[in-house]
C-alpha cells in the first residue's frame, strides 16, 4: 500500500526543470556478483551498482518500488534479477550492459523473497521466501512463468545454489539441514523431489537413528500390555507423528555455514564447528573429511576455523573465517591440509571466481571488495574501499563545486571528488562523531561529537586534511553544527540546551564568543545572513512534547560581535538575552523542521504529524514573553512521515524531504514544487539529510538507513531560475574573496594540532587493530580536559572571590560566633526541664532548608509507605488465594486429634465438595447401572417363560429362583475382598453395583467404574470423618471435664499450700487449624505504633484508675473489715486450715507471775488449739482423697480416651488403605485407557498412512497414463532421414581457459539448442546456393529438391528433439514406476502391521488386570524372587490351602515349644557358668584393690602435712617470699618495657628510612617490570613452541604423579581393610560367647 502511494502521491513538477540520479555511493551489503568477467554488481538501497574491475567506472539502475530486496546474476546470459520489498513483491530481470528490462515475474509471495539463484545453464531462476509461505519456486525466467514450487513449512534457508554440472539439481542449506533437491521433468511438467543430508553429530560421530514409523526393536512387556512407538503414546496421527522425536532423543548435530558443489556433483559443506563434510549427490552419502596437522605449524597458526565461505577450486576449495585470513583447503581422498592463502585486514564474509577463474572477488565484513589476480605475478586490488558504518553527515567544500566530505559514526572524514565519487583522502577521529559542517569563508570544516567537542578541519590540501583546533564546550553531545550563509559564526547546539557563538574564521583561532540557553530537545537551528545586512538572525526551533507544541527562538548577532563579544556575554559566558533580542515564540502545532525566510520576517515550517507545510509571519513589533503564531499559507505537502526543510543560498528554494524518500524543490512564494525526485523509499526511512551546493546546480542526498549517498544534477535547468540563483551566487563569491584568501592563507601556514591522526595512507599499514575507525587519536595531554562551558564558570568564580574576599571572611566569622552561640543554646536546653525544653528544629536558621529536607523526608516516608503497602497487598492476594484453594474450598477442613498421654496423632481427610458435574455423572452411571440390573432381571423372566415346562415346576422353579436370586444377591453384595480388590465393605460401603474386574473390557465400562470407585473412595473418606468427629466431640468433653475439675483441684492445692501445677490440656494449633489464619498479638515481634490520640485515651483510663482507688482506700469500714474478719462476714469451712486462735495477753509475762484466772484461760486456750489442729489435721486428710479422686478420674478419663483414638488410629491407617487400593484400580483402569487410546492412535495413524500412500499410489497410476499414447515406433523415425547434413563448425575453447576453469564445458540448454538449430539453416542456406547445383539441371527442379530437402532435415532436427523428450519422458516414467514398487512395498508393509496391532489390541482386551488381596503369609516366595509371569497358574479355593496350612502350623507349634524347651535348659546352664565366671573376677578384683591400698605412694608433702604441727603458718611464710619475688620480677619488667619503647622508637625512625627506599626501588621495579614484560612477550612470540612443550611436560608429570598418590591410597585402603578385619577379629574374639554346653 505504501508503494502505492508513493507513485500516485508523488509531486509533479511544474516547468521544464527536472532532477535525475548522476551516480550513487553506497557499500554492500548482501554478497557482491559477477555480471560478466570484467564487471562486478550489488544491490544498494533502491539501487543495483555496477562497476567496471578495470576502468572503476559505476553505472547505476534504479529500482521503481522503493529498495532493493535479493539479488542474482546469469553470467552467461548477462542478465541481473532482483526483488523489490514492497508488498507481493516483484522480481525484475534486466539485461546488462544495456539495463533493460527483460521481464518481470509475479509470484503468489505476501512479504519479501529471502534468495534468488540462476542455473548455469538454462532460462531456469529458482526464488525462495521464507514467512509465511517458506516456497521454493523454480521460473523460466524467459516465458515468465513458474514451473513447479513447493512450500516447507519452518524451513529458513540462507544459501540456495544450483549443481553447474546439472541444473536438474538444487542445494539448500541452513545452520541446522541440508537438503537437495532434484527438478524431474517430463515433456511440460516440472516436479521437486526433495531428500534432506543425515548431519553428524557436533563431534563429527553418526548416530544410528531407529525408524519411528515401524519400529523394529520395540521391547515386550508382559503385564503392562504392548509396547508402542513414542508417537502414538504421543497421541499423533497425522504426518508429524512421522517425524516426531522425543527431547531426550534430540542430539546437538553440526551446524552448516556454508556450501559449494564440485564437478563430480558433489557436495562440500563448511560447519560452524570446523569441520568439514563431502556429501554425495546422488546417494547423499556424508563423509567427514580428516584434517592433517602439520608437523611444525607456524607460529601464527590457527587451530579452530570455521568456514564463513566456500568457493570451489580444482583440488581443494578456498575458505575464509572470521580471522581475516583466506585459507587454501586441499582435499586428497578423505583428508584435507590447510594452507594460508591470503591475508585480508578485515573478516571476509563471501568469495566468488569471475566466470574465466582469472579472478577472485574477496567481499570483508564493512563491504570493501578486493580482486585477488591469479597468474604468475598475483595482484590483490582494492576495488572498492567502504566507509566505516553509513554516512551520518554530508556537506560541499566551498564552493560546492568540486569536493565534498562525509562523516561516520565511528568518526571517520573522507573528501570525496564530486564528478565521480572518488575518494581524495581520509581522516580518523578517536571519538564518536555526530555531526558535520563547511564553512562558507574559508576551507575548514566543523565536526560535533559526542563527548561534546567540536574539531576544526582544515581542508585547504584536500589529499591531506588535518585538525587544526579542537573546543571542548561541554560534556554535553553536540547536535548541530550550522553555520551562517557568510561564514562568520557556528553556531553549536548540545543535548542540553546551550547553543554556543563560535567565530568561524580560523584566524581568530576559532574564538568563542559565548553561548545563550534554549530548550534541551533543540530540532533545527536555521540563520539568515544577507550581504546588504551587518546581522546575523538565527532561529531555534524546539519540540514541546508534553504540550504537543513547538517553541521557536530567535535572537540577532552583529557581525561585529566578535570584536566586542566581551560586552555581550556575562562572566560566565553566557550572551545576555536584552542584547541579543532574543524572542520566545510557540506554535499551536507540533514541526518536524523550521527555516527562517531572508526577506519578510518569514518562517516555513513542516509539520510532523500532518502532511502540510505552512509559513508563518513574524510580528513587527517588538513583545515580552511568549508569542504565539498563527498559519499565515498552509500547502499539503504530499510527503508523509516527518520532514526536513532546507533552503537555497539565494533563499528563493524551499527543499523539502521526507521520510517517503522523495525530494521537493519549492517555490518560497508560492510553496509550490517545480522539481521533485524520488532517491530513497520509505523501506529505508527515507532521507536523513540533503546539502546543495551555492550555485544550486549540485545536490547531495543521503539515506537514513539504506546506506546510500545520491547525487543529483539538473537535466534541463535555464531561465529565471537559473539566472537568479547563479547572480546571487557570483555576488556571494565577491563578498567571501578576501576573507577567503585570508582565512585560506591563515589555514596553509596553521601548524597541527596536537593530536594524533591516521591519515589513508597511514591508516592502510597499521594492522594491528582490527576496527579501522578506533585507537587512531592519542592525547597528548594526560590531564582530564576541562570543558570551555566549566573554565568561565571557574574563572567567574575566582573573580568573585577575589573581589569579596574582605566581606567573605567578615561573614565566615559572623557564622562561627552564630554557630557557637547556637551550640551554647542547646546545651543550656539539654539541662532544662522536659516541659521547658525546646525541640531541635527549633535551633535551625535555615528554614526554607528544613522544610525541604522534611518534605524530602515525608516524600519518602510516603513512597516507603506505598511499596509497604503494594508488598502487604501482593502477600495478602496470595494468602487469599491459598486460604481459597486450601481452606475455604474445603468441605472438610484438615484437622489433627492428638493422645493426652501418648505421642499419637490421627488425622481426618481433606475433602473438596463434589462438583455439580461430578454428581450429574455419578447420578448417570447409578441410573445405568440400575437400568442394566432391571434389564437382565427381564431377560431371565422371558427366557423362562419361552421354556415349555408345566405350571407348578415353573412355580417352583419360580420360587427357586427367587431364593437362588437373593442369594446371588446377598453373595454378590457380599463377595469376598480378595475378589473385590479392597477392604471398603468394611466400612459400609455399598459395593453391589461394582462390576466385575473379570468383565471390563469396553471403555465404557471402564470410565463407568473409575467414577464407582471415586465414589466408594468418597464414602470411605466420609465414614471416617464422621468418626473423626465423634472422637473430636469427646475430646472437647474430656477437656472441659478437666477443666471443671480442675478448679476443685487449684482451690484444694491452694487450701493445702501445695505447690503442684496442674495439668490442663489445651488444643493444638493442629487441632484446631483455623487458629493459623488468626494473628495474635504475641506473634506479632514488631512494635506496636500508637496513635497520639490512642495514648491520651491510655493515659485517660489509667487516671480514672488511679481516682478509684484513692476512692477505695477511703472506704473505713471495707478496711475494718479486711482488717478483723478477712473481708468476710462468715467464717467457711475451707478458711479453718487459715484460722488462729489468738494468744492471750498474759502470755507475754513469766509463768511464775500468772493468776489462777489465767491458768486457767491458758488451759482452755491450749484445749482450743489441740481442738483446732485436730479438726485441720481431719480436713487436710479429707481434701486430700479428694485431691487424689479427682486426679484419678482425669487419668483414668483420659487414658480411656487415648485408648479410644489407638483405636481410631487403626481405622485411619485401615481407611488409608482402602482408598490406595481403589485408588490402585482406577490407576490400573487408567492406565488400560491410556493404552488403549495409545493403541487407537497407532491404528488410525496407520490407516492414514495407508490411504495415503494408496493415493499416492493413484497418483502416479494417472500420471502414467497421460504417457500411455505415446506411439513406440517414433524412433524408427530417426533411421529415415537424408545420409547428407551439412558440417557446423563448432566453437574451439581456449585450452589455457579450460585448464583453469574446474568446472570445464557446461552441458547444453534449450538456447543453445536453438542456436545450433540457426547454424545449421544457415549451412543449409550455403548448401541451396545455386554453384551447387549440378550442371543442366532445371532451376525449378532444383529449387523442388532444396525445398524437399530443407522440409527434411527441419523434420529430422524436430524428430531429435521428439527423441530427447521422449528418453527423458522415458526415464521420468520409470522412476515413477520403480517409486510405485515402493509404495506397494510400503503398503504391504502398513497392513501387515496394522494386522498385527489389531490382534494385539484384541489381546489386550481380553488380558484384564486383576487386583486380589492377599492375606500376609499366604503366599510363600523363594529368595524373594517375585514371578511376573502367571500363565501356567490357576485361582483355586483358599480353603485347601488353609486346611494344609493348618496342619503345618500345628505341627510347627509342637516342633517350637520342643525347642522352647531345650533353649530354657541351654539357657539356665549358661547363666550359672556366668554367674561363676563372674564371682572369680570379682575374687581378682578384691584382691588386686588389697594390693593397691598396701602399695599407695606417701610423697613428702603428705608426711610434712601430717608431721608439722603449725602448717599453716609454714605455707604462710612461703607466700610471702612470692609476693617480694612478684615485685622484684615486675619492675625488672618495667624496665625492659621502656627499653623496648625506646628501641621500638629507634626502628620506627629506621622504618621510615626504609619505606622512602622501598619506595624508591618500587618505581625503579615498576620500569624493570615494564622491560620484563616486553621481553617476556618477545620471549612468547619467540618461544610459543618451547612452552607448549613446557606445558606438555608439566601435563604429563602431573599425571604420573596423581597415578602414583592414586596407586598409594589404593594400597592403604587395602591395608586400612586388613586392619579393620584384624580389629573385628580380636573384638570378636573377646567378646564372652554363651557356647551350648
Same mark, same amino acid.
Given at each position: 500500500m505504501a508503494q502505492g502511494r508513493e507513485r500516485d502521491e508523488g509531486p509533479h513538477s511544474a516547468g521544464g526543470a527536472s532532477l535525475s540520479v548522476r551516480w550513487v555511493q553506497g557499500f554492500p551489503k548482501q554478497n557482491v556478483h559477477f555480471v560478466n568477467d570484467n564487471t562486478i554488481c550489488y544491490p544498494c538501497g533502491n539501487y543495483v551498482i555496477f562497476i567496471n574491475i578495470e576502468t572503476k567506472k559505476k553505472t547505476v539502475l534504479q529500482c521503481s518500488n522503493g529498495i532493493v530486496g535479493v539479488m542474482a546474476t546469469n553470467i552467461r546470459c548477462e542478465v541481473v534479477a532482483f526483488s523489490d520489498r514492497k508488498l507481493k513483491p516483484l522480481i525484475y530481470i534486466y539485461s546488462f550492459p544495456g539495463l533493460t528490462r527483460r521481464t518481470k515475474l509475479k509470484g503468489n509471495i505476501l512479504l519479501d523473497y529471502t534468495l534468488l539463484s540462476f542455473s548455469y545453464c538454462g532460462t531456469y531462476l529458482a526464488s525462495y521466501s521464507s514467512l509465511p509461505e517458506f516456497e521454493l519456486a523454480l521460473w523460466n525466467w524467459e516465458s515468465s512463468i513458474i514451473l513447479c514450487r513447493k512450500s516447507q513449512p519452518g524451513m529458513d534457508v540462507n544459501q540456495m545454489s544450483f549443481n553447474p554440472m546439472n541444473w536438474r539439481q538444487l542445494c539448500l542449506s541452513s545452520p541446522s539441514t541440508v537438503s537437495v533437491w532434484t527438478i524431474e521433468r517430463s515433456n511440460q511438467e516440472h516436479c521437486f523431489r526433495a531428500r534432506s543430508v543425515k548431519l553428524p553429530l557436533e563431534d563429527g560421530s553418526f548416530f544410528n537413528e531407529t525408524d519411528v514409523v515401524f519400529p523394529q526393536s520395540l521391547p515386550k512387556d508382559l503385564i503392562y500390555g504392548p509396547v508402542l512407538p513414542l508417537s502414538s503414546i504421543a497421541g499423533l496421527v497425522g504426518e508429524e507423528a512421522e517425524t516426531f522425536r522425543p527431547k531426550d532423543d534430540l542430539y546437538p548435530l553440526l551446524h552448516p555455514t556454508m556450501h559449494c558443489w564440485t564437478p563430480t556433483?558433489?557436495? %562440500?559443506?563448511?560447519?560452524?564447528?570446523?569441520?568439514?563434510?563431502?556429501?554425495?549427490?546422488?546417494?547423499?552419502?556424508?563423509?567427514?573429511?580428516?584434517?592433517?596437522?602439520?608437523?611444525?605449524?607456524?607460529?601464527? /597458526?590457527?587451530?579452530?576455523?570455521?568456514?564463513?565461505?566456500?568457493? +570451489?577450486?580444482?583440488?581443494?576449495?578456498?575458505?575464509?573465517?572470521?580471522?581475516?585470513?583466506?585459507?587454501?583447503?586441499?582435499?586428497?581422498? /578423505?583428508?584435507?591440509?590447510?594452507?594460508?592463502?591470503?591475508?585480508?585486514? /578485515?573478516?571476509?564474509?563471501?568469495?566468488?571466481?569471475?566466470?574465466? %577463474?582469472?579472478?577472485?572477488?574477496?567481499?570483508?565484513?564493512?563491504?570493501?571488495?578486493?580482486? +585477488?589476480?591469479?597468474?604468475?605475478?598475483?595482484?590483490?586490488?582494492?576495488?572498492?574501499?567502504?566507509?566505516?558504518?553509513?554516512? #551520518?553527515?554530508?556537506?560541499?567544500?566551498?564552493?560546492?563545486?568540486?569536493?565534498?566530505?562525509?562523516?561516520?559514526?565511528?568518526?571517520?572524514?573522507?573528501?570525496?571528488?564530486?564528478?565521480?565519487?572518488?575518494?581524495?583522502?581520509?581522516?580518523?577521529?578517536?571519538?564518536?562523531?555526530?555531526?558535520?559542517?563547511?564553512?562558507?569563508?574559508?576551507?575548514?570544516?566543523?565536526?560535533?561529537?559526542?563527548?561534546?567537542?567540536?574539531?576544526?578541519?582544515?581542508?585547504?590540501?584536500?589529499?591531506? *586534511?588535518?585538525?587544526?583546533?579542537?573546543?571542548?564546550?561541554? @560534556?554535553?553531545?553536540?547536535?548541530?553544527?550550522?553555520?551562517?550563509?557568510?561564514?562568520?559564526?557556528?553556531?553549536?547546539?548540545?543535548?542540553?540546551?546551550?547553543?554556543?557563538?563560535?567565530?568561524?574564521?580560523?584566524?581568530?583561532?576559532?574564538?568563542?564568543?559565548?553561548?545563550? @540557553?534554549?530548550?534541551?530537545?533543540?530540532?533545527?537551528?536555521?540563520?539568515?545572513?544577507?550581504?546588504?545586512?551587518?546581522?546575523?538572525?538565527?532561529?531555534?526551533?524546539?519540540?514541546?512534547?508534553?504540550?504537543? /507544541?513547538?517553541?521557536?527562538?530567535?535572537?540577532?548577532?552583529?557581525?561585529?560581535?566578535?570584536?566586542?563579544?566581551?560586552?555581550?556575554?556575562?562572566?560566565?559566558?553566557?550572551?545576555?538575552?536584552?542584547?541579543?533580542?532574543?524572542?520566545? +515564540?510557540?506554535?499551536?502545532?507540533?514541526?518536524?523542521?523550521?527555516?527562517?525566510?531572508?526577506?519578510?520576517?518569514?518562517?516555513?515550517?513542516?509539520?510532523? #504529524?500532518? *502532511?502540510?507545510?505552512?509559513?508563518?509571519?513574524?510580528?513587527?513589533?517588538?513583545?515580552?514573553?511568549?508569542?504565539?503564531?498563527?498559519?499565515?499559507?498552509?500547502? #499539503?505537502?504530499?510527503? +508523509?512521515?516527518?520532514?526536513?526543510?532546507?533552503?537555497?543560498?539565494?533563499?528563493?528554494?524551499?527543499?523539502?524531504?521526507?521520510?517517503?524518500?522523495?525530494?521537493?524543490?519549492?517555490?518560497?512564494?508560492?510553496?509550490?514544487?517545480?522539481?521533485?525526485?524520488?532517491?530513497?523509499?520509505?523501506q529505508g526511512h527515507g532521507i536523513q539529510s540533503m546539502r546543495i551546493s551555492m550555485d544550486g546546480q549540485n545536490i547531495l542526498v543521503n539515506g537514513r538507513d539504506d546506506g546510500t549517498l545520491v547525487y543529483l544534477k539538473w537535466k534541463r535547468f535555464g531561465g529565471h531560475l537559473a539566472s537568479e540563483i547563479l547572480d546571487y551566487y557570483q555576488k556571494l563569491l565577491i563578498s567571501l574573496s578576501s576573507a577567503m584568501d585570508k582565512e585560506n592563507h591563515y589555514l596553509s601556514t596553521t601548524p597541527k594540532v596536537s593530536v594524533d591522526l591516521g591519515s589513508d595512507s597511514e591508516h592502510t599499514k597499521q594492522k594491528a587493530s582490527t576496527d579501522l575507525s578506533q585507537d587512531e587519536l592519542v592525547l597528548t595531554d594526560v590531564k582530564k580536559e576541562i570543558p570551555w562551558i566549566q573554565q568561565k564558570s571557574q574563572e567567574a568564580i575566582k573573580k568573585e572571590v577575589n573581589l569579596f574576599s574582605k566581606k567573605r571572611k567578615e561573614i565566615k566569622q559572623g557564622i562561627k560566633s552564630l554557630s557557637k552561640t547556637i551550640l551554647n543554646m542547646m546545651e543550656e536546653n539539654d539541662k532544662l526541664e522536659n516541659i521547658a525544653k525546646l525541640d531541635q528544629q527549633e535551633f535551625g536558621l535555615d528554614l526554607e532548608e528544613l522544610e525541604r529536607l522534611h518534605d524530602e523526608s515525608q516524600e519518602e516516608v510516603a513512597k516507603i509507605i506505598k511499596d509497604v503497602e503494594m508488598h502487604n497487598l501482593a502477600k495478602s492476594y496470595l494468602a487469599e488465594l491459598i486460604k481459597e484453594e486450601c481452606w475455604n474450598s474445603m468441605a472438610v477442613k484438615g484437622q489433627a486429634l492428638k493422645c493426652f498421654h501418648i505421642p499419637c496423632v490421627v488425622e481426618n481427610f481433606p475433602m473438596k465438595a463434589r462438583t455439580v458435574e461430578e454428581l450429574k455423572e455419578l447420578e448417570r452411571v447409578l441410573q445405568q447401572k440400575k437400568i442394566e440390573a432391571e434389564c437382565l432381571k427381564l431377560r431371565k423372566e422371558i427366557v423362562e417363560a419361552q421354556s415349555g415346562v408345566k405350571l407348578i415346576k415353573q412355580r417352583h422353579e419360580e420360587d427357586d429362583e427367587e431364593e437362588e436370586e437373593e442369594d446371588k444377591t446377598v453373595k454378590y453384595s457380599n463377595l469376598p475382598n480378595y475378589l473385590l480388590g479392597s477392604l471398603s465393605t468394611d466400612f459400609g460401603v455399598d459395593t453391589s453395583l461394582l462390576s466385575s474386574q473379570l468383565e471390563l473390557h469396553s471403555r465404557e465400562e471402564k470410565i463407568n467404574q473409575i467414577i464407582l470407585l471415586k465414589d466408594i473412595i468418597y464414602k470411605v473418606k466420609t465414614v471416617f470423618n464422621n468418626e473423626f468427629d465423634a472422637a473430636y466431640k469427646q475430646k472437647e468433653f474430656e477437656i472441659a471435664r478437666v477443666k471443671e475439675r480442675n478448679v476443685r483441684i487449684r482451690e484444694i492445692i491452694l487450701d493445702l499450700e501445695l505447690e503442684e501445677a496442674v495439668w490442663q490440656p489445651e488444643f493444638e494449633d493442629c487441632e484446631k487449624p483455623e487458629r493459623m489464619l488468626v494473628v495474635q498479638d504475641e506473634e506479632i515481634t514488631a512494635h506496636k505504633h500508637i496513635k497520639p490520640w490512642h495514648k491520651a485515651k491510655e493515659l485517660m483510663v489509667n487516671h480514672e484508675k488511679e481516682h478509684w482507688l484513692l476512692i477505695q482506700d477511703a472506704s473505713t469500714r471495707l478496711r475494718a473489715l479486711m482488717d478483723m474478719m478477712g473481708g468476710v462476714l462468715e467464717v467457711k469451712k475451707e478458711d479453718i486450715l487459715r484460722m488462729v486462735i489468738p494468744q492471750p495477753a498474759f502470755m507475754a509475762k513469766p509463768d511464775a507471775v500468772w493468776t489462777e484466772e489465767e491458768r486457767k484461760q491458758f488451759k482452755d486456750y491450749e484445749k482450743k488449739v489441740k481442738e483446732l489442729n485436730e479438726e485441720r489435721d481431719k480436713y487436710r486428710k479429707s481434701l486430700e482423697a479428694e485431691l487424689k479422686k479427682l486426679q484419678n478420674s482425669i487419668q483414668e478419663s483420659t487414658q480411656a480416651f487415648d485408648e479410644h483414638l489407638k483405636r481410631l488410629f487403626e481405622r485411619r491407617v485401615k481407611a488409608e488403605m482402602v482408598t490406595n487400593q481403589e485408588e490402585l484400580k482406577i490407576s490400573n483402569l487408567a492406565f488400560s485407557l491410556l493404552l488403549d487410546e495409545e493403541l487407537s492412535s497407532r491404528e488410525k495413524f496407520l490407516n492414514n498412512y495407508l490411504t495415503r500412500k494408496q493415493h499416492e499410489k493413484v497418483m502416479d497410476r494417472s500420471f502414467k497414463k497421460e504417457f500411455s499414447e505415446i506411439p513406440g515406433h517414433q524412433v524408427d523415425i530417426l533411421y529415415k532421414l537424408f545420409k547428407r547434413r551439412p558440417r557446423i563448425s563448432k566453437q574451439k575453447t581456449h585450452s589455457e581457459t579450460t585448464s583453469v576453469v574446474p568446472f570445464g564445458e557446461l552441458p547444453g540448454s534449450g538456447k543453445l539448442n536453438k542456436d545450433a538449430f540457426a547454424q545449421l539453416m544457415k549451412a543449409m542456406d550455403e548448401l541451396d546456393n545455386i554453384s551447387n547445383m549440378p550442371e543442366g539441371l532445371d532451376p525449378l527442379v532444383w529449387n523442388h529438391f532444396c525445398m524437399t530437402r530443407r522440409a527434411k532435415v527441419e523434420n529430422e532436427q524436430k524428430v531429435k528433439q521428439k527423441a530427447a523428450d521422449l528418453l527423458e519422458m522415458a526415464t521420468f516414467l520409470q522412476k515413477r514406476v520403480e517409486e510405485e514398487e515402493k509404495v506397494q512395498q510400503e503398503i504391504e508393509r502398513v497392513f501387515h502391521e496394522l494386522i498385527l496391532l489389531q490382534e494385539e489390541k484384541v489381546r489386550f482386551q481380553l488380558n484384564l488386570t486383576i487386583q486380589i488381596l492377599l492375606k500376609q503369609g499366604q503366599v510363600e516366595l523363594e529368595n524373594f524372587q517375585l514371578v511376573l509371569e502367571y500363565s501356567d497358574a490357576i485361582l483355586i479355593n483358599k480353603n485347601i490351602i488353609e486346611d494344609l496350612n493348618s496342619v503345618i502350623r500345628t505341627q510347627g507349634q509342637k516342633k517350637v515349644a520342643s525347642m522352647m524347651e531345650s533353649k530354657d535348659v541351654h539357657k539356665r546352664i549358661l547363666q550359672i557358668e556366668w554367674e561363676h565366671k563372674k564371682m572369680e573376677m570379682e575374687r581378682e578384683d578384691l584382691n588386686q584393690k588389697a594390693w593397691d591400698i598396701q602399695m599407695l605412694f606417701f610423697s613428702r608433702d603428705r608426711q610434712k602435712y601430717l608431721n608439722e604441727p603449725n602448717y599453716e603458718a609454714l605455707i604462710s611464710i612461703q607466700i610471702g617470699i612470692m609476693e617480694q619475688t612478684i615485685a622484684v620480677l615486675d619492675k625488672t619488667h618495667k624496665k625492659n618495657v621502656e627499653n623496648c619503647k625506646k628501641l621500638l622508637k629507634k626502628l620506627g625512625k629506621f622504618s621510615n628510612q626504609k619505606d622512602i627506599a622501598n619506595y624508591a626501588l618500587s618505581c625503579n621495579l615498576r620500569e624493570e617490570l615494564v622491560a620484563v614484560s616486553e621481553r617476556k612477550d618477545i620471549c612468547n612470540a619467540m618461544g610459543s613452541k618451547l612452552t607448549c612443550e613446557k606445558i606438555v611436560k608439566e601435563r604429563y608429570e602431573n599425571m604420573m604423579q596423581q597415578q602414583k598418590l592414586t596407586n598409594i591410597s589404593k594400597q592403604q585402603a587395602e591395608q586400612i581393610s586388613i586392619l579393620q578385619t584384624e580389629v573385628e577379629r580380636l573384638r570378636m574374639k573377646t567378646f564372652p560367647a554363651l557356647v551350648p554346653m
Open positions: 556433483s558433489d557436495l %562440500y559443506i563448511g560447519c560452524e564447528e570446523g569441520h568439514l563434510l563431502m556429501i554425495n549427490g546422488n546417494t547423499l552419502q556424508v563423509t567427514v573429511l580428516n584434517k592433517i596437522e602439520e608437523e611444525s605449524p607456524l607460529e601464527d /597458526r590457527r587451530n579452530f576455523i570455521s568456514p564463513v565461505t566456500l568457493v +570451489y577450486q580444482k583440488e581443494g576449495v578456498l575458505a575464509s573465517g572470521i580471522d581475516g585470513f583466506v585459507y587454501s583447503f586441499i582435499i586428497k581422498d /578423505r583428508s584435507y591440509m590447510i594452507e594460508d592463502f591470503l591475508e585480508i585486514e /578485515r573478516p571476509v564474509e563471501h568469495m566468488a571466481f569471475s566466470p574465466n %577463474y582469472t579472478m577472485l572477488l574477496i567481499q570483508t565484513d564493512k563491504g570493501s571488495v578486493y580482486i +585477488y589476480t591469479f597468474g604468475k605475478e598475483p595482484t590483490l586490488n582494492k576495488v572498492l574501499d567502504a566507509c566505516d558504518g553509513k554516512f #551520518q553527515a554530508i556537506d560541499f567544500i566551498t564552493p560546492g563545486t568540486q569536493y565534498f566530505m562525509t562523516l561516520t559514526h565511528s568518526g571517520e572524514i573522507c573528501v570525496w571528488w564530486l564528478e565521480d565519487c572518488a575518494c581524495v583522502s581520509k581522516i580518523y577521529l578517536n571519538t564518536l562523531a555526530m555531526v558535520l559542517a563547511c564553512c562558507p569563508s574559508s576551507l575548514s570544516a566543523a565536526v560535533g561529537t559526542e563527548d561534546g567537542s567540536v574539531y576544526f578541519i582544515s581542508v585547504y590540501d584536500k589529499e591531506s *586534511p588535518q585538525v587544526v583546533h579542537k573546543a571542548f564546550l561541554s @560534556e554535553s553531545s553536540v547536535q548541530h553544527v550550522v553555520y551562517d550563509q557568510q561564514g562568520i559564526f557556528l553556531l553549536v547546539g548540545t543535548s542540553e540546551g546551550k547553543v554556543f557563538i563560535i567565530n568561524a574564521n580560523s584566524s581568530s583561532s576559532f574564538q568563542i564568543i559565548g553561548f545563550t @540557553e534554549v530548550a534541551k530537545d533543540i530540532l533545527q537551528i536555521s540563520t539568515v545572513s544577507l550581504l546588504e545586512t551587518d546581522i546575523v538572525k538565527v532561529m531555534v526551533l524546539s519540540s514541546l512534547p508534553e504540550a504537543g /507544541r513547538s517553541r521557536l527562538e530567535m535572537f540577532t548577532l552583529p557581525t561585529l560581535l566578535p570584536q566586542v563579544s566581551t560586552t555581550f556575554a556575562d562572566e560566565r559566558g553566557r550572551l545576555k538575552d536584552e542584547i541579543i533580542h532574543k524572542y520566545l +515564540y510557540e506554535l499551536e502545532h507540533a514541526l518536524s523542521s523550521a527555516v527562517l525566510g531572508f526577506q519578510s520576517n518569514q518562517i516555513y515550517g513542516f509539520c510532523s #504529524q500532518v *502532511p502540510y507545510i505552512c509559513s508563518y509571519l513574524l510580528p513587527e513589533e517588538e513583545h515580552t514573553g511568549i508569542y504565539i503564531l498563527k498559519p499565515y499559507k498552509k500547502v #499539503q505537502s504530499r510527503q +508523509y512521515g516527518p520532514g526536513l526543510l532546507y533552503l537555497s543560498s539565494h533563499g528563493l528554494w524551499l527543499i523539502t524531504i521526507a521520510k517517503c524518500g522523495i525530494l521537493c524543490i519549492r517555490d518560497v512564494y508560492t510553496l509550490e514544487t517545480f522539481a521533485w525526485c524520488r532517491s530513497h523509499s520509505h
